[in-house]
């Protein structure tokens, strides 16, 4: 078992930046990949960014490009999401996520295993 605790989420005005943190614990070694995912009310759950582990290798929604930053720091089994220039569209709940599967492809939830709870982004206009 993995267990992911997020952190960093809160309210902003549009064009602030954030960054969340998710600490990940328990068989850390089994990690293939991690991602951030967002849901906003009455919305279904988008894929937001995610890494693959090992080399660092980034994968992004279009919407967020240029804006969001994913990296993580092995050592501290931490996934960070930096996000500047935020607007009001993307207030949501934000959950990181883990998948063990090397077949893994990043914007699909089902291959993520073990999931977060989740923290709150509001921007305000």
């Known amino acids: 078992q993995v267990q992911l605790v997020e952190s960093g989420g809160g309210l902003v005005q549009a064009g602030d930046s954030l960054r969340l943190s998710c600490a990940a614990s328990?068989?850390?070694?089994?990690?293939?990949?991690m991602g951030w995912f967002r849901q906003a009310p009455g919305k279904e759950r988008e894929f937001v960014a995610a890494?693959?582990?090992?080399?660092?290798?980034?994968y992004y929604v279009e919407s967020v490009k240029g804006r969001f930053t994913i990296s993580r720091d092995i050592a501290k089994n931490t996934l960070y999401l930096q996000m500047s220039g935020l607007k009001p569209e993307d207030t949501a709940v934000y959950y990181c996520?883990?998948?063990?599967?090397?077949?893994?492809?990043?914007?699909?939830?089902?291959?993520?295993?073990?999931w977060g709870q989740g923290t709150q982004v509001t921007v305000s206009s």
């Open positions: 996520a883990i998948s063990t599967s090397s077949r893994w492809r990043p914007p699909f939830a089902l291959q993520y295993e073990y």
């Open positions: 328990g068989r850390t070694f089994s990690m293939y990949a």
């Open positions: 890494i693959r582990w090992m080399d660092g290798m980034p």
